[in-house]
């Protein structure tokens, strides 16, 4: 089992930044692709970025690319993102999520098996 809380979610103001944490604990954190999605109220909840179990290979959604950074360490079980010049279309609730099987970033939710509970993010105009 793994199980993951994640932090950093806030109020901010367009234009500013974010770093949201994701501590995972429980089976061996490095055997796992990691991802982060969202969702906003009264939508789908959506894939926002993914790493790679070796920490290099990440991929965006369009919607953040060159705005979010994603990155693991996997020697503290730690996924991290950075979030800057952030929108008022960003507020979400934002989640961590881990795969366990095939190494590859998926941005569909129903391929990773654990996920932790959100924190928000809420972006003023």
């Known amino acids: 089992q793994v199980q993951l809380v994640e932090s950093g979610g806030g109020l901010v103001q367009a234009g500013g930044s974010l770093r949201l944490s994701c501590a995972a604990s429980?089976?061996?954190?490095?055997?796992?692709?990691m991802g982060w999605f969202r969702q906003a109220p009264g939508k789908e909840r959506e894939f926002v970025a993914g790493i790679r179990r070796n920490g290099v290979t990440t991929f965006y959604a369009d919607s953040v690319k060159g705005r979010c950074t994603i990155s693991r360490d996997n020697a503290k079980t730690m996924v991290y993102l950075q979030m800057n010049s952030l929108k008022p279309e960003d507020t979400a609730v934002y989640f961590c999520?881990?795969?366990?099987?095939?190494?590859?970033?998926?941005?569909?939710?129903?391929?990773?098996?654990?996920w932790g509970q959100g924190t928000q993010v809420t972006v003023s105009s």
């Open positions: 999520a881990a795969k366990m099987t095939l190494d590859y970033i998926a941005t569909e939710g129903i391929e990773y098996d654990y």
């Open positions: 429980g089976r061996t954190f490095n055997f796992y692709a």
